[in-house]
């Protein structure tokens, strides 16, 4: 049993290397928790793209599905100004909260029965899983170095894909069989497993700690700058 415990591990090993490169300790050992998290959250993750079958089971129609496919952009829009009014100071207690708080939504749709409601769940997910977005990106500067950040991510990436590929046809069966009430709350208790895994996160706090913006002026001079 040791003898395959270590060749297990040593097999393991090699596979990091591969994807990531040569990492220290804490920066592997970040890779590791966020890796295991973005394998959880691809269950999650594979339940999300049955909502516009949900939502054509519900009798929404083809303006309301038209509505969520742009939820996401209008969210996206409203993340600048809302950082700006909430000035975050600590990245990692921002990131989890807002991810444990939008993945929550969605144990709400045992209890929907309407699309209009529907599109309130998930505009509430989107706005929040794209409040995180910039603090987390500043997180990752200091959880990762620069040589082997785009290989990490782009492994905790590729853990989240094969999940929901491997996923998807489960969540098809799930959603035929046991209903959307059933479903999506499990899911969403999968998507909040996944945020509470990465409080496992290593930080230096003075490093990952976010900086007021000095006025709302700042956040329109962005995209005029960044050209």
């Not at 959880?143 to 894909?161: D, E, Q, S």
């Amino acid at each position: 049993m040791q003898t395959i415990l270590t060749h297990s591990t040593t097999f393991w090993s090699r596979w990091e290397r591969r994807l990531a490169g040569e990492l220290a300790d804490t920066p592997r050992r970040n890779m590791r928790i966020e890796l295991t998290g973005a394998v959880i959250y691809g269950l999650f993750h594979a339940t999300l793209q049955f909502i516009p079958v949900l939502m054509r089971r519900l009798g929404a129609s083809p303006e309301q599905v038209a509505m969520y496919a742009g939820q996401g952009y209008i969210a996206m829009m409203l993340v600048g100004p809302l950082l700006f009014w909430l000035r975050p100071r600590r990245a990692k207690p921002f990131v989890v909260g807002c991810l444990l708080l939008a993945r929550s939504f969605f144990i709400w749709i045992a209890f929907v029965a309407d699309p209009v409601w529907l599109l309130i769940i998930t505009f509430g997910y989107l706005l929040f899983e794209s409040l995180q977005g910039p603090p987390y990106t500043h997180m990752v500067q200091s959880l990762y170095p620069a040589a082997a950040r785009a290989r990490v991510i782009g492994a905790i990436r590729m853990g989240t894909a094969l999940t929901v590929l491997a996923a998807a046809p489960l969540v098809g069966w799930a959603l035929d069989s046991v209903g959307y009430a059933a479903l999506f709350p499990l899911g969403a208790a999968a998507g909040m497993l996944a945020a509470l895994v990465l409080w496992q996160w290593r930080d230096n706090e003075s490093e990952m700690s976010l900086k007021p913006t000095p006025s709302l002026r700042f956040v329109w001079r962005i995209p005029q700058q960044a050209r």
